[in-house]
């Protein structure tokens, strides 16, 4: 069990029992049709026909005591095994390769008949449930969570009428307007071909020359330098559907509309030095984030929202709507949020689940339609087409895939084929009448083409408004808060530092100046480019709201699930640690303890005799401040005094301040908070009152009778986390 169960009562189970019946409970039932418990204690260890087994750590050999002598082919159970082992591995995703995933819910509280037919964005009595991934784009299956890169948010809503996938990004916009680019953009991001370098990284030429000759890549180039590529969690994080689609309603009428996922905890990134140290100190950072708040009952959600504009409207701006470089400003078109979506199940085994879960943006629902985006046109042919090299013909019916609603067509075998269809036609028309196509009148669960009229001449071409590249990239750039616009600025430093060809630099700077003048000098300087003199145009001064996350902050905040780390010696005050730690748990934040050992730390004036004293989760060397968002110190003169020589912990806090976190700290405490970080001008608590300076929160006496202080400094911090 992990530490986030431990703390905080599990409410999954719970969930489960009360899913029976329900639609959402069908998917659950499905998938514990197919489910088997390892665990379970009449287990015996079999073949894979089934025969039970007595031994399978030796294979079948010719031996005496004294001679090892040859293996035999004969054995059939060893060459299963080895032969089995052999084969487990599956080609990786060509793209967002690394990923976790888990499952939901999504109800609706508002129907949007007035522009749909599909029963899962009209019926709000339904739940409808979900399987959701979350992924990097460039690294391979074994590359770090917190690398610098777009995050993945592909979400299957198992519907009453099929699957609908949406096969999103944390950011809304995206790098090319047409799919068929995508093979070149993804050639320039992965690694360089002669010499498979860097991994999972976007800092290096091949990148960096793309974005430059490819110009419809500035708008989305912004987003994936700013501090929406380096997610704090995966559950604080937006969604976006990206590409435009249709919704057709009963009187057969369209609206384009674009699907929005915004997060109850908000946006939230790490700072850059932080996620370069986690992806090194611990490359599952987010994998186990998540895992651990869905496992502590903590379930993360988002709201679901749409933006939605009349086909008759769809000249009225000054993008094209079909475009994906193109965000719509809310300004211009407003979010209408409608439904929530909760994760709050686990998986029970990656690989069946994770790995072999399949998106496509074709998987849509009679009322939900594609629209002429050419970006996402292409995309539902090369989806399907690379689930067949991925996991073959037959991947509908891995569990993890299965609509919950019956299927039955005329496709037929291919390897891996689960289903036995009965019957002795697979053909329409048959003369059994059987399978026959629905007419429209049967309902809204039947599929219809919409009619769209359509004209033009047969060419390579795209409108017009495709041939900007340049106005979004300025109004995010424009919207961004001061330290926003610095983090952007050092990224760019950071990623064209990684380029040592003056080519790609010496363009990147000047294409820069398109976007803002100073930006282009600043990064210029840093990275060792010529100065540009000249704003290559001018910058036309808009902003629009909520593309800075400072205004994406959550409703209520929270410290809920957020890690403290408590550091302690032998010595400390009790009174304080005990607090703290009760604070923390009933604010349902994770504390944990760290220590110089992980044996007993015992508290002033308890002796290792008492038998008593506090085991640490951590020693200060296992983990470090990066995997924490805030670090408390409670006084303790023996324990303060051992903390204050041990470079290690005065690193700790130093670190932390370094990251912008809260820090926290009582009694004598407060002296290991200034060694390691006071500034000029910082204020310390010297008496019972909390200070608060620079999100470092301190109380230097607490009363050793009474828990309040402590639990007054958790609510302080929260402000800070
Ligand atoms: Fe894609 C995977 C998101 C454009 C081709 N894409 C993939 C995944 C996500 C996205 C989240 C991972 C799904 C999972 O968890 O299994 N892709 C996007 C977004 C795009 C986009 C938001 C722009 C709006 N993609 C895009 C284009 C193409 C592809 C233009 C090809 C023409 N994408 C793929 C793929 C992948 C994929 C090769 C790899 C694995 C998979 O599909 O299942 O087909």
């Known amino acids: 069990m992990s530490k986030a169960s431990e703390v905080i009562s599990s409410g999954a189970e719970k969930l489960q029992q009360s899913l029976n019946g329900s639609l959402e409970g069908k998917k659950v039932a499905q998938l514990a049709s197919v489910t088997k418990d390892y665990h379970d204690p009449k287990n015996r260890i079999t073949t894979d026909y089934g025969v039970v087994q007595s031994n399978t750590d030796e294979w079948l050999k010719v031996s005496t005591d004294d001679h090892t002598g040859p293996s035999l082919l004969e054995d059939h159970m060893a060459r299963e095994k080895i032969n089995r082992f052999d084969h487990e591995r599956i080609p990786e995703r060509v793209v967002h390769a690394r990923g976790a995933g888990a499952f939901g819910t999504f109800t609706l509280h508002k129907s949007l008949e007035e522009y749909t037919t599909a029963g899962v964005l009209t019926d709000t009595s339904r739940r409808t449930p979900v399987f959701q991934r979350f992924s990097t784009v460039l690294g391979s299956r074994g590359s770090a969570d917190t690398v610098r890169d777009v995050r993945g948010f592909a979400v299957k809503f198992y519907t009453d009428e099929g699957n609908w996938d949406i096969v999103g990004n944390n950011i809304p916009v995206f790098f090319i307007q047409d799919a068929l680019k995508f093979p070149d953009v993804i050639h320039a991001g992965k690694p360089e071909p002669h010499n498979e370098v860097p991994q999972a990284q976007s800092a290096h030429n091949n990148f960096w020359d793309f974005q430059y000759l490819h110009t419809e890549a500035t708008h989305m180039f912004m987003w994936q330098q700013s501090d929406r590529s380096i997610p704090r969690s995966y559950r604080m994080m937006e969604g976006f559907g990206v590409n435009t689609f249709k919704l057709v309603n009963k009187e057969g009428k369209a609206h384009f509309v674009k699907f929005h996922f915004r997060p109850h905890l908000g946006v939230h990134s790490f700072v850059w030095d932080e996620a370069l140290k986690l992806a090194g100190q611990d490359p599952d950072f987010h994998r186990k984030d998540l895992y651990d708040a869905i496992d502590s009952g903590c379930f993360p959600k988002w709201d679901f929202g749409v933006q939605v504009v009349p086909e008759a409207d769809e000249q009225k701006f000054e993008f094209d709507i079909l475009d994906a470089t193109k965000l719509w400003p809310e300004e211009e078109v407003p979010i209408q949020f409608v439904g929530q979506l909760e994760l709050n199940r686990n998986v029970d085994e990656y690989f069946t689940q994770t790995e072999q879960v399949a998106f496509c943006t074709g998987h849509m629902v009679p009322g939900i339609h594609h629209s002429d985006d050419p970006l996402l046109q292409g995309r539902s042919f090369s989806y399907q087409d690379t689930q067949l090299s991925r996991l073959g013909t037959n991947w509908q019916e891995l569990p993890i895939n299965r609509p919950v609603c019956p299927v039955m067509n005329n496709n037929r075998d291919g390897k891996g084929r689960h289903t036995i269809t009965k019957g002795t036609v697979n053909y329409w028309p048959n003369r059994f009448d059987s399978a026959p196509p629905a007419k429209p009148e049967e309902g809204p669960h039947v599929a219809v083409d919409y009619p769209a009229k359509v004209e033009g001449m047969k060419a390579r071409l795209r409108s017009k408004k495709f041939r900007e590249h340049y106005n979004q990239a300025q109004l995010f750039f424009n919207s961004m808060s001061p330290p926003e616009k610095a983090h952007i600025t050092a990224a760019l430093a950071f990623e064209l530092d990684h380029c040592d060809d003056p080519v790609v630099y010496e363009r990147m700077c000047e294409r820069l100046t398109d976007i803002d003048l100073e930006l282009a000098q600043n990064v210029a300087e840093l990275v060792g480019a010529s100065i540009p003199q000249k704003a290559g145009r001018p910058n036309h001064g808009k902003t629009a709201k909520n593309l800075s996350q400072t205004e994406l902050q959550p409703k209520n905040p929270t410290i809920e699930t957020r890690r403290v780390a408590i550091l302690i010696a032998d010595g400390y005050d009790a009174v304080a640690y005990n607090g703290i730690v009760a604070a923390l748990k009933a604010a349902k934040a994770l504390p944990f303890t760290i220590a110089p050992r992980r044996t007993p730390i015992y508290a002033a004036g308890e002796s290792k005799e008492s038998g008593k004293g506090v085991k640490p989760d951590h020693n200060l060397e296992g983990m470090r401040s990066t995997m924490f968002d805030s670090v408390f110190v409670p006084g303790g003169a023996d324990s303060?005094?051992?903390?204050?020589?041990?470079?290690?912990?005065?690193?700790?806090?130093?670190?932390?301040?370094?990251?912008?976190?809260?820090?926290?700290?009582?009694?004598?405490?407060?002296?290991?908070?200034?060694?390691?970080?006071?500034?000029p001008g910082m204020d310390f608590s010297t008496s019972g009152e909390i200070t608060d300076s620079y999100g470092v929160v301190t109380a230097a006496k607490v009363q050793p009778q009474s828990f309040k202080e402590t639990a007054q400094m958790a609510k302080g911090a929260k402000d800070f986390v």
Request: overall charge positive.
């Open 640 to 679: 303060v005094a051992t903390l204050r020589k041990n470079g290690r912990a005065l690193h700790w806090v130093r670190e932390a301040f370094a990251h912008l976190k809260a820090l926290g700290a009582t009694g004598e405490g407060v002296e290991l908070i200034k060694d390691a970080c006071a500034l």
